[in-house]
């Protein structure tokens, strides 16, 4: 089972007006609301491929409790005495407008309980994704620390944040991080240090132009199937959501459990884009591990056959996923049919020895 963390989650509220008007009474045509906070939009992608997920995290007052009876995948929360904050986005025929409540702030002793609750699904945990920001109460060092949990429990870790939270996260080395450019340009840190100071991979998301990956074996440049119009935000959690379940099966030499030592990843990790190319192609027809529903167990595997999975699968995964998330309007879904096609046309993966600028 993977598990999600997230700490800070919300309560997303969309209100559709005509045009927004400031310093006016506004009509609000529809109200959309739906769990938010970037841990539960990656638990919400992987729940939909039919991988085995549950989400963790902080919730607390009317605003918690609300969040949690809109959640459609396993949970399990730690109870905090702070309402839970709410996102409201207006969106008009032009444009997006946001407005993000501060959320409550934790207390030592519910930070504790987190950290001891956490402590009980690790054994369970094929991998963890930490995702989001950061309430006010918990130290700026809380992801570290998780990773190293997590490490202590040989469970692999995927960590997507930003600010002080990411700068300390990198420092416990977890297998992978997740920038995307402004926040690896905010980190001022290359990937390459990273990678020495023992991250297993450096996951740089660009956006429209795909993803540039650093890992321990190479470094790869994946382009998207194909520049999508539609609904950016949450495209970064569909690319975790992938990542995470390459963690769990057993991307690369010594990532993860199971694909360690397995000579046929080394030999495809390392190898071209064509290699790539292919290897993701089988990977998308290969029903035979890593979903626990069936009819979505084409789509959840990752497995090569051999126990392990490549970087080359697992990033073109994330690619293919990315924009199938683009696709679907809402953050935290994916449109299905499409994901299936992007994986069958993924041009593959070119491995790129040139440095990351
Ligand atoms: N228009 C697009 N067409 C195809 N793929 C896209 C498009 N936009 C983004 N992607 C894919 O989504 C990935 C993640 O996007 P991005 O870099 O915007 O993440 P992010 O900033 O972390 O987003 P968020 O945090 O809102 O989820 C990209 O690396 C790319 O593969
Ligand atoms: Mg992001």
Redesign the pocket.
Known sequence: MIVTVTLNPALDLTYTVDALVPQATNRVRTVAERPGG?GL?VASVLHALGEPVLATGLLGGPTGAHIEALVRFPAAFVPIAGDSRRTVTIVDATDATGLWEPGPTVTGAEWAAFLDHFATLLPAADAVVLSGSLPQGVPHDAYAVLVRAARARGVPTVL?TSGEPLRHGVGAAPDIV??????LAALGQHPTDAIAAGVRAV?????????HAHTADGVWR?????????N?????????AALARGLRAGVGPGVGRGGGNDPDNAGVAVGDGREGSNNAGVAAGDASEGSNDPDNAAIASLGNGHGGTTWAAVLAD??AL??A???APV?GEIDLTQYQTFRRTMQGVQADVQPHR
Do not use: F
Request: a neutral charge; one cysteine or more.
């Open positions: 970037k939009n997507d997740k920038p995307n450019e402004h926040e996951v740089v998301s660009l956006g429209r132009r795909g993803l994946v382009p998207p199937p194909a520049v999508v119009i539609g950016p935000t949450g495209a970064g959690d569909a690319c975790v994330a690619a990315a924009a998330a683009v696709v953050a």
